[in-house]
T-cell receptor
Framework: DADVTQTPRNRITKTGKRIMLECSQT?????MYWYRQDPGLGLRLIYY???????NKGEISDGYSVSRQAQAKFSLSLESAIPNQTALYFC?????????FGPGTRLTVL | AQSVTQLGSHVSVSEGALVLLRCNYS??????LFWYVQYPNQGLQLLLK??????LVKGINGFEAEFKKSETSFHLTKPSAHMSDAAEYFC?????????????FGKGTLLTVNP
């Protein structure tokens, strides 16, 4: 089984809808991250969490919120999706210099 | 603040030729540096990382990179390209000293390998 899983893997939604992307990990890591990938822009950090009670904004947090429900779960929400949030979203965990990325969620906002 | 510049958004080489993908970084503290590869419609795979040990870092699939502090560079090389190397490559930097994975990524370089 994969160490970092993301659900859904693909999602198409409409402008204005609320959507949640979920990330689960079995590695027992305290540190979790959400990144967004856009063509030609690389990956950018949205939010990160160093433990269940620690949530921090990243480079591009506007329009997003997160919830760290447990050590193993870190969810990303778009309260009111807009088309420029169409992207590939990656969750990651880390321990020291070792990082583990999930398979990604491809989100399309129409 | 940290930043990464990947020179060349698209690099094309012939099969068997040298692969050179350029990465320059900016960091106010000694950096940790990473190269990731992304094959079409797939996730990210770590190729190699520099964590302040040896300046020449060997990775998977025959790739290696050399950390040059004086040039603030971490270029990725492979002596002989293979068709299977066609992918997008991302350089990333961390200034956390290894305490976390808050990475700043470059914009990526798409590698095309011609037969």
């Amino acid at each position: 089984d994969a160490d970092v899983t993301q659900t859904p893997r693909n999602r198409i939604t409409k402008t204005g809808k609320r959507i949640m992307l979920e990330c689960s990990q079995t590695k027992g890591h305290d540190r979790m991250y959400w990144y967004r990938q856009d063509p030609g822009l690389g990956l950018r950090l949205i939010y990160y969490s160093f433990d269940v009670k620690d949530i921090n904004k990243g480079e591009i947090s506007d329009g997003y919120s997160v919830s760290r429900q447990a050590q193993a779960k870190f969810s990303l929400s778009l309260e009111s999706a807009i088309p420029n949030q169409t992207a590939l979203y990656f969750c990651a965990t880390s321990e020291g210099t070792r990082g583990f990325f999930g398979p990604g969620t491809r989100l399309t906002v129409l | 603040a940290q930043s990464v510049t990947q020179l060349g958004s698209h690099v094309s080489v012939s099969e068997g030729a040298l692969v050179l993908l350029r990465c320059n970084y900016s960091s106010s503290v000694p950096p940790y540096l990473f190269w990731y590869v992304q094959y079409p419609n797939q996730g990210l795979q770590l190729l190699l990382k520099y964590t302040s040990a040896a300046t020449l870092v060997k990775g998977i699939n025959g790739f290696e990179a050399e950390f040059k502090k004086s040039e603030t560079s971490f270029h990725l090389t492979k002596p002989s390209a293979h068709m299977s190397d066609a992918a997008e490559y991302f350089c990333a930097v961390s200034d956390s000293g290894g305490s976390n994975y808050k990475l700043t990524f470059g914009k990526g370089t798409l590698l095309t390998v011609n037969p």
